[in-house]
């Protein structure tokens, strides 16, 4: 299938190389994620959203559709935890890290499709400004910051205070929501060692090499820690490793 880049260490991009950019304070971030199977009703939509409001509180919406459930929470972050994920988002140049171009990645057909994208949105002087990544084609410096973002606002949910929670059933088969769409192409979660759903999902460590796994024939596990039994990684797209 050709080289992939995303594995060539000396095609790797540098915060060096990335103009600097001059913001206001970080007012929101704003990550989506979506997952599509053969099985009907096998979809998973969601989103999160953290506000730093002008009365100086941090709230965190978090929606997501799986299964027939439809779930929203709403929390106060913790304080100090949101300050270092706002601190981490400047020091860390994340609105720079939009001006990377995406991997020349060769994808391939697949049963399963899946996508997700954080949004930045900063206040220059009453003006917002947007800066978006589609995680789908992050390479490893930014799948490493945006890891680091999530396990941020995992913290500010930890430290923080639930404010409200709703839980309601829909019909999987119904028009509009997400299910069966046949063949797609594939633009998994690239390898952020978690997958399309939420903040359950987030944190959880890479591991140190692809092995299999017992629980399935034919199985195996990828870096980024997805199980998979196709060929190629439905989470981060890399190809199954080869048997020695």
Known sequence: ???????????????????????????????????????????????????????????????????????YEKYLAGTDAAEKLRSFVKENRMAEMAQIEKIP???????????????????????????????????IIQQDAIRKVHE?????????????EKESLYDPSAPGVPGFIGMGMMSGFIGMGMPAGGFTGMGTPKTDKAEGDASAPGSWKCECGQDNTGKFCTNCGKPRPKMV
Request: hydrophobic share 25%; aromatic share 8%; charged share 30%.
């Open 1 to 71: 299938m050709g080289d992939y880049a995303f594995d060539d260490p000396k095609k790797q991009p540098k915060l060096s190389d990335l103009t600097p950019e001059e913001h206001g304070p970080l007012v929101k971030i704003h990550y989506s994620y979506s997952s599509h199977g053969m099985q009907m009703g096998s979809g998973t939509v969601g989103n999160e959203t953290v506000n730093w409001q002008k009365d100086g509180n941090v709230i965190i919406e978090t929606n997501d559709h799986r299964d027939g459930k439809e779930k």
């Open 105 to 139: 990645f060769p994808y391939m057909m697949t049963d399963s499709s899946s996508s997700s994208h954080i949004s930045f949105t900063f206040d220059d002087g009453g003006e917002l400004t947007d800066r978006k990544l589609d995680c789908s084609s992050c390479w």
């Open 152 to 164: 941020l606002i995992k913290e500010c949910i930890e430290t923080g205070k639930l404010l409200e």
